[in-house]
Every structure is written in structure tokens, then in C-alpha cells.
């Protein structure tokens, strides 16, 4: 099946996270039908991982996409558009499996290297840590990769071209959420309890204070609160109201001392209240840390295939669970350019749209970064 086909059959059946259970079978049979290749499945729930050998080299390679959908409702009208309703491939995963499917049977057929590919296909990267999840199951272990490398596609760069950073390319994700509570009554009696609603109107401002007054200028990092919760009548004062939010940082110790503030502020405003604070703060996914020299080989990679790689100016701070693959492995995270610089719809947006057309860019991109790790 060309890929564009095989492309657009995961997008018209999405699934999520660690429930990729016919994505995982259709790319298993796809790669079962390439001669040489040797296939794994159900590492880490629905991953899986193909194994490429050429030559008699011991040096290897782990080539990583993500396999998961989101629980988006697809806005984009194409005939190939998903057919289970609320699930979409928002993020272009199915681009993703796509590239490396393809980057399988090309370096299966031509075989211009000397050791071991590891074609990695990863599950429920949207927060749930599948990442992780495989490494946990022995990924490493079973499949000593070397170096490990992994693309997304980024809708604001220019199709055709790609970009990459040493150090620091995703951020790190936490979570938060504080619970305000009073006591609940009268609104025409706002003596008798701590108004939990005053409070937490409070808490938001103090909070919004926390990245531009305790973290250094230099620094980067985002403090942003998306969710309110509380109160359900016109004249009664709620017993309890919460706050919730994320924070994004790339230096561990930035983000301690944010969830330090955070406590601190959280705990100050209840006692100015009267109001009692309980805080939940969650570390989901660490900073993606891209290795200097893994960043200047996927971007050498890249200017082979693209003609056109830079070094990133700035990271993102959006957040990747390919950064448990480099805590493990050295490596590096990239980006290739999808061609909609402010004319399409962003990732995780119920219009976005794949561009088929950086296809054979990516796929192009890992046969690459294998033939050059594994020159022979
Ligand atoms: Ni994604």
C-alpha cells in the first residue's frame, strides 16, 4: 500500500493512547511483509518495534514515532476524515508512523548500512506516557539502541525544511490544582464563612505573579491557570473552589522553585482567607534535552534530504514524552516543516491537516540519519 494510502486509513481509524490496538496490527502487517525484518509487539501495552540488521556491525540506531490519536472531533471535511466520532489524528501521528513505515521498507530494500535499525512505534504520547511505558517494559533492554532520534511534524516552519536545537527543545509538563476551601452559606450572610470565590480570585492574580517575580528574567518558564471551578446558585457562597493549571520550565531547578512558590502563595492566600488550601502538583513529562552532537547529526541529516536545516532559535513549550527516550539514550528531537506558517490550523486543532507532501521529506530524513550513524 503507498504510504499516502496508509497514511490516510490510520487517520480515517484513530485511536488513543495505549488503545492503538488496530494502528499497532496494520503497521505489525506492514512490517512483516518487508523481508529481513524482525517484528515485536505489545512492549509497553500496544508498542511495538522492528528490528533491521545489514552488515556485522555492533552500532545501532533507534528510529521513534508516536501512534496515538486525540479526543478532538474532526473539523476538516476530507473524504478520508475520521470515522469514530471525538477521536482524530490532531497531532499527525499518523504522518509520523507513516515516515518510519516508509523508512523501513526503503532501508529493507537498499540496505546502505552496517549494524542495526530499531524502528520504534510508541503509543499514547498525548500525556499518558507511553514513552515511558516501553522503557519500563525493556525497550532499551531488548533493544540497546545506541542513539535514538524522533521527528514531529511543526505546521509553522516551511515545507521542505527542517530544525533542531542542541539542549533544550520541549518543555518540561506539570500539572496543578488547588482547592479552596470555606465553609459555604448565605451570600447575604458573607460573615459566617470564608468566601472560597474571593479567594480564589486572589490566589489567581498572586499566581500570575510567580514566573515574572520569583524566576529569574533569563529564565523560561510559563505559569498558566485554564481551569476554575465552583459555586452554583446566585445566592450562595460555595464551600469550595479550584484552581488549575500548568507549568512549563526546561531546568529542574526553575520548576522547584516554582512549585515552591506555588505552595507557598497557595498556603498564604488560604491563611489570609480563612480558607483551608490543599495542593495537588503533578511532574507528567520532563524537559525533551536534546545532546549536542545527536542535534548536529539530525541536522546534518536533514540538510541532505531538505536542503534546508537550522539550528532552532528558541525552544517550545509544549511538552513530548520522547524526553524518557533521553534520559535513557543519547539523541535528539526534531522538527520538519509542514508548510502552513500561519495559514492553517495548529496542532490539536479539530482543522488541522497533515501535508502529505512532507512524506518522502521524512521518511527521506531517517533513512539518512541511519545511513550516516551506520555508514558502512
Ligand atoms: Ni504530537
Not at 2 to 10: C, E, G, I, T
Not at 143 to 154: M, Q, T
Not at 261 to 287: F, H, I, N
Request: charged share 20%.
Amino acid at each position: 500500500m503507498p504510504l499516502v494510502a496508509f497514511r490516510h486509513d490510520l487517520h480515517a481509524h484513530p485511536e488513543l493512547g495505549f488503545e492503538e490496538h488496530r494502528t499497532a496490527a496494520r503497521i505489525a502487517a506492514a512490517l512483516r511483509d518487508i523481508e529481513g525484518m524482525d517484528v515485536f509487539t505489545g512492549i509497553g501495552g500496544t508498542g511495538l518495534v522492528a528490528v533491521l540488521k545489514a552488515g556485522s556491525s555492533d552500532r545501532s540506531i533507534g528510529l521513534r514515532a508516536d501512534m496515538d490519536a486525540l479526543p478532538i472531533q474532526e473539523e476538516t471535511g476530507l473524504s478520508y476524515a475520521s470515522c469514530t466520532p471525538g477521536i482524530f489524528h490532531g497531532c499527525g501521528h499518523d504522518g509520523h508512523v507513516a515516515m518510519l513505515l516508509g523508512a523501513a521498507q526503503h532501508l529493507a530494500r537498499t540496505k546502505r548500512f552496517d549494524g542495526t535499525v530499531y524502528f520504534i512505534f510508541q503509543p499514547a504520547e498525548e500525556g499518558q506516557g507511553g514513552a515511558r511505558a516501553m522503557i519500563e517494559a525493556g525497550l532499551f533492554d531488548r533493544f540497546p539502541a545506541d542513539e535514538v532520534y524522533a521527528l514531529h511534524n511543526w505546521p509553522d516552519l516551511p515545507a521542505g525544511t527542517a530544525a533542531t536545537r542542541p539542549g533544550p527543545i520541549m518543555a518540561a509538563a506539570d500539572r496543578f490544582e488547588i482547592v479552596l476551601e470555606g465553609k459555604g452559606g448565605h451570600a447575604a450572610i458573607p460573615h459566617h464563612t470564608p468566601d472560597a470565590i474571593l479567594a480564589a480570585s486572589d490566589l489567581v492574580g498572586q499566581l500570575n505573579t510567580i514566573v515574572s517575580r520569583r524566576i529569574a528574567p533569563t529564565d523560561l518558564a510559563v505559569l498558566s491557570i485554564t481551569q476554575i471551578h465552583g459555586g452554583h446558585a446566585h445566592n450562595v457562597l460555595p464551600p469550595c473552589v479550584s484552581v488549575s493549571g500548568t507549568v512549563r520550565s526546561f531546568d529542574p531547578v526553575v520548576q522547584d522553585g516554582i512549585e515552591a512558590a506555588l505552595r507557598q502563595v497557595a498556603e498564604g492566600v488560604a491563611l489570609a482567607s480563612g480558607t483551608k488550601a490543599k495542593v495537588t502538583y503533578d511532574r507528567s513529562y520532563p524537559a525533551t534535552i536534546n545532546d549536542p552532537d545527536a542535534a548536529e547529526k539530525a541536522l546534518a541529516a536533514a540538510a541532505r534530504v531538505c536542503g534546508h536545516a537550522h539550528v532552532a532559535p528558541a525552544p517550545a513549550l509544549t511538552s513530548e514524552d520522547f524526553a524518557f527516550m533521553l534520559h535513557a539514550r543519547k539523541g535528539a528531537y526534531s522538527w520538519l516543516g509542514q508548510g502552513q506558517e500561519g495559514k492553517g490550523a495548529p496542532l490539536h486543532h479539530p482543522r488541522y491537516d497533515f501535508n502529505d507532501d512532507v512524506l518522502a521529506t521524512g521518511m527521506n530524513w531517517h533513512v539518512a540519519l541511519a545511513e550516516q550513524l551506520l555508514s558502512a
